[in-house]
């Protein structure tokens, strides 16, 4: 035995254990357990000496002190975590280490001494009083946010011991995320009262009393919050009003809902109904009857009334986070009947059997109803644990209901709910698609006369697949695939249509109105996907002309240039009237532009439409007017318009979408050839004048080489460290290598990538280079950015690719401008515009199909973005290039010879040209419409229009209201609508900026497999020849054929690209 343990066990020292061991802990705590004070430290050492004593029954070791801490450890460390919390809140530790010592001298049941310190941290925090949390709000909220680790963390170490205390504990936890949820959506966002210099409390301390269950799926706690919302509100409109009484004089009940009569009295809304004469005071004035008061009209101050609508909106959010985080909790029991029903009558409007309306003035209603909580609520309905009475709930409300607006409205409600939740099952897989189609015939061909939960979800789901089958269609019609999935489309229509059931065919109508606009329902009638449209729609489109953008400006102008050559054209050439009216229609327009904008308008459209001009009247056109036109460029492209028929056959003037683009590349070339300084609209203006000159410059929106913006950032590190100028060389097997200092190779050294062991640097004589070594600073044109159009083909294109300072919205409307210009360009010089592209294309050729196809993904792309239809988009470019006409042209000319240059010159462009339109784009769209000669263009509006029809009582699923297209909301639509806002939603600003990164990691699995098979395939020696040669898509296709290559991994292939 030890000398230590003689004295442990030797009777005569038998005195001194106690003493010994009280030693040994303390030593033994600091040395294996570092405390964040002497009260942790005393607390840890008091639950091991209990422990110890409690559960040995023999003679005491020292051993026993090591066991009773691995046993603890987990609890001891919770502890240090919430005494981090409480640093300098000596009252609360002290109270946690006095409840310690009296549990202990008590002889009581040893309750874990992190629950005993959480228990008073949370009490502590729930306790701070009102005045005080007012100071600072944001820190109490921050503090509790804190806690919420911890208090998981420990309430799940111990969920099958001590279920009192986690009980306990949880129901403090939960009242304390009330309160800071109250404090969080209600007091912070509130204005500072000028007056006072702080914020409303709103009754904080009033909740604090008010609020005392601590059990929220409970229907008493849940209305215990109810109640005290509605008590804010109450008080909140007694404070609108002047000289307002707290109670009612008639009925003297709380006057929750004031209202003022005409004698300047207040009684309640219930009262204002028995009552004939104002009963306060005897004053006896005659009350109107019936007597409608607006509070909204009333004598309030404005900017207490919109401090009260903003309440009520925060309101609103405390509410949704209250129901979502709270009371469905999924660690916490379901919610009470009453509470669902609570919620069920909010979504329905308690079942259509009330025709009250929402008020801001009516304290009855503490929430407002408005139709993104109804859907949330319904949202979270549905999904709980409860879905079951939820469904039988809402089959009765829509049996029983009669009023067929709000029957209509909730089942609109229940369709979208289920295509929010469910619609991303319907993933955009032909082969799935075409399949799923004919599940669904059955469905729109049968009769409903009555609606259910079950019957809407599985209509929802229809048109999902219907939506989804379209866009498909549209993006593969050229493919096998596409060829079968447009004979199932083809199917389901005709087998609903036949069943007197169109309605699938004018979804399709809507959702192609809303995403391409009319011009591109026009050009659909022609082809061979004309079956997508009913026919009274493709009836009237016949009519149908695309809309003249051109004449948005100077519209006066153009109008009467329009009449004018109206007069020439009715004169015979030759002839002294026609070269008069010649003259004159040369006069009425402002410029060289103006005028063939006109003529394009006026007579290139018309050559392949309803009223042709004359060959004779074109060519007496086209040889007066070349005499004075200013510039080779204008005539050729005069002789483009008229003489022979170039443009409309380049263009394809014979569709909208050739009418389109011939309006922008007029109206692109009016503003970037008008001669002189071009300024900052020079980058784009080169392209058209100088297309050589501009293939050596660098293009807008095109790519940076991700290599030279790694080796820059390398090279600036290692110009920071040794003030040199770094150089790039490259190993006799390819790898890549920097020197620093002078950035001339001195010393000698080996590669050591991959094992490679070739020799790098100096060969001993200074400055001189290795054997095989090479510089490729200057000479690496692969690892650069190339000038020029280097995107490729369209279709290898991503869908929304932002470049540099440049939104995805901005990227898209920028990059569109660019090929226009290319486009343009290519109208006068197309061999100059193929050695503009890289890599070149086989064929000159094929230049203007190359870059149409560049166009109509960028028009696709700013549609996505900003969720307007193609038509309309195109009206917002017109707006961009006018307001670029407006521009001063003061300076030199911009050359984007240098990526900085061009970085700085793309966002600076954005600034003044783009963003003014797009960021107030409903309000210019409005302005562009009205602007625009519409007589000649039929609205088909009305035909789509599901507002005021009728439910369908034969059959429920043919009724139009259901079959109302609502388009996806996209990330980058999501990511531009918040650019406004982003203050007001920071969090989610943060998550849409990293979308990307966070849809790419459920890819993460897949290329770490990826890696693990190359590692084991070529055993970590992948030499740069092979690395040349092999492509992953080759790779994985011969690996695929291995059964274990890709075990349990079905995105392989769709992660890889294949």
């Known amino acids: 035995m030890s000398p230590i343990g003689k004295v442990f066990f030797d009777d005569v020292n038998r005195k001194r254990v106690t003493e010994l061991l009280d030693c040994y802990l303390v030593d033994f705590i600091f040395m294996v357990h570092p405390c964040i004070n002497s009260h942790e430290h005393k607390i840890v050492g008091l639950y091991l000496m209990t422990s110890i004593q409690r559960s040995v029954y023999g003679d005491i070791s020292l051993v026993h002190v090591n066991v009773a801490y691995r046993q603890q450890k987990a609890m001891f460390d919770n502890l240090s975590a919430v005494f981090a919390l409480l640093e300098g809140n000596e009252d609360v530790i002290s109270l946690v280490e006095n409840q310690v010592e009296s549990t202990i001298k008590e002889g009581k049941e040893l309750v874990p001494c992190d629950f005993l310190a959480l228990n008073c941290l949370l009490t502590s925090l729930w306790d701070v009083r009102a005045n005080e949390l007012m100071l600072n709000p944001e820190y109490w909220v921050k503090k509790v946010e804190q806690c919420k680790m911890i208090t998981l963390q420990i309430l799940h170490s111990k969920e099958d011991d001590n279920e009192e205390y986690i009980a306990e504990c949880r129901k403090i936890w939960s009242r304390l995320n009330v309160k800071k949820l109250y404090v969080e959506h209600i007091i912070i966002p509130s204005p500072v009262v000028k007056k006072t210099g702080k914020r409303p409390m709103h009754k904080l301390a009033f909740f604090t009393r008010m609020v005392t269950g601590r059990d929220f799926q409970s229907h008493e706690t849940f209305q215990q919050v109810i109640d005290f919302l509605r008590a804010a509100i109450v008080d909140n409109i007694q404070n609108l009003y002047s000289n307002c009484p707290k109670a009612c004089p008639v009925c003297e009940k709380a006057l929750d809902s004031p209202i003022r009569l005409p004698c300047n009295h207040f009684i309640c809304d219930d009262c204002v109904k028995e009552v004939h004469m104002c009963p306060v005071d005897n004053c006896g004035k005659e009350i109107p009857k019936p007597y409608n008061y607006n509070p909204a009209k009333d004598n309030i101050d404005e900017q207490q009334l919109t401090s009260f609508k903003d309440l009520r909106k925060r309101m609103n959010k405390f509410f949704m986070t209250f129901v979502s985080d709270i009371v469905f909790n999924e660690e916490e029991r379901d919610p009470d009947d009453e509470i669902i029903r609570w919620l069920l ?43 079951h009475y939820v469904n039988t709930y809402l089959d009765k409300v829509l049996a029983v209901s009669t009023n067929q607006q709000h029957q209509l409205q909730t089942m609109v409600l229940l369709m979208d709910c289920r295509k929010d939740s469910f619609g991303h099952q319907f993933a955009k897989d032909v082969d799935m698609l075409s399949d799923v189609l004919g599940d669904y015939v059955e469905l729109v061909t049968d009769f409903f006369p009555k609606p259910t939960v079950g019957i809407l979800s599985d209509l929802a789901d229809a048109q999902c697949c219907i939506s989804q089958s379209l866009e498909c269609l549209l993006a593969n019609s050229s493919i096998p695939v596409g060829k079968k999935l447009e004979a199932s489309l083809k199917k389901f229509l005709h087998s609903s249509a036949s069943s007197g059931n169109t309605q699938p065919g004018y979804l399709i109508a809507r959702q192609l109105m809303a995403s391409r606009g009319e011009s591109f329902i026009k050009d659909l009638v022609n082809t061979s996907l004309n079956f997508l449209l009913p026919d009274d729609v493709k009836h009237d489109l016949e009519s149908f002309d695309v809309p003249d953008a051109l004449s948005v400006t100077n519209q006066k102008h153009y109008r009467e240039s329009i009449s004018s050559l109206d007069k020439v054209i009715a004169e015979t050439y030759p002839g002294n009237g026609f070269v008069n009216a010649l003259n004159n229609f040369r006069q009425t327009c402002q410029d060289d532009m103006m005028m063939l904008q006109v003529l394009f308008t006026r007579i290139t459209r018309t050559l392949v439409q309803r009223v042709p001009v004359s060959i004779d009247t074109r060519n007496g056109i086209t040889q007066e007017l070349s005499k004075t036109l200013k510039g080779t460029y204008k005539t050729t492209l005069l002789e483009m318009l008229l003489q022979d028929n170039r443009l409309p056959r380049e263009m394809g003037v014979k569709q909208s979408k050739g009418i389109n683009l011939s309006m922008l590349v007029l109206n692109l070339y009016s503003c970037l050839c008008s001669g002189g300084v071009m300024a900052d609209l020079y980058p784009l203006s080169e392209i058209i004048s100088q297309p050589l000159q501009a293939a050596t410059h660098f293009f807008p929106t095109m790519a940076d080489n991700q290599l030279e913006l790694m080796q820059d950032v390398i090279k600036q590190a290692l110009q920071q460290a040794s003030g040199g100028t770094p150089t790039t060389y490259k190993c006799p097997n390819g790898h890549p290598y920097f020197i620093g200092d002078c950035g001339r190779p001195v010393e000698r050294a080996q590669c050591t990538v991959n094992g490679c062991g070739a020799y790098i640097g100096s060969t001993g004589a200074y400055n001189q280079a290795a054997a095989g070594n090479v510089n490729i600073t200057a000479e690496n044109s692969s690892g650069k950015t190339q000038p020029g159009h280097i995107l490729g083909t369209a279709d290898k294109r991503s869908q929304t690719a932002p470049e540099r300072d440049l939104n995805s919205l901005s990227c898209a409307v920028l990059r569109c401008l660019t090929h226009l210009s290319m486009y343009t360009a290519s109208l006068f010089n197309i061999q100059h515009v193929h050695q503009m592209i890289r890599p070149n294309l086989p064929r000159v050729e094929d230049v203007r199909p190359f870059i149409d196809a560049h166009i109509q993904l960028d028009l696709q792309q700013i549609a996505q973005c900003c969720a307007e239809s193609t038509d309309d988009c195109i009206l917002l470019l017109h707006d961009v290039i006018n307001r670029m006409k407006q521009a001063s042209h003061i300076g030199e000319n911009i050359t984007l010879n240098t990526t900085d240059i061009r970085k700085k010159w793309e966002r600076e462009f954005d600034e003044r040209y783009i963003q003014p339109v797009f960021d107030n784009r409903k309000h210019n769209l409005e302005t562009i419409k009205g602007e625009l000669d519409t007589s000649k263009s039929v609205d088909i509006k009305d035909i789509l229009s599901t507002v005021r029809q009728p439910l369908n009582r034969a059959n429920l699923l043919a009724s139009p209201g259901l079959w109302a297209y609502r388009r996806p ?17 920071p969090r989610l600003c943060d998550v849409i900026n990293s979308s990307e990164k966070l849809m790419a990691l459920k890819y993460l699995p897949d290329i770490l497999n990826l890696m693990r098979l190359l590692n084991g395939e070529f055993h970590s020696k992948f030499s740069r020849a092979k690395a040349d040669s092999l492509t992953i898509r080759d790779f994985v296709t011969n690996m695929l054929q291995r059964p274990t290559a890709f075990a349990g991994s079905p995105t392989a292939t769709s992660a890889l690209g294949i």
């Open 345 to 387: 009558d909010c979504v329905t409007a308690r079942g259509g059997e009330t025709t009250r309306q929402f008020s801001l003035f009516n304290s009855q209603e503490v929430v407002d109803p408005t139709p993104v909580l109804r859907s949330f609520l319904l949202k979270l309905l549905l999904s709980c644990r409860q879905k």
């Open 969 to 985: 909301l996209t990330v980058p639509a999501l990511q531009n609508l918040l650019v406004s806002t982003c203050k007001e939603a």
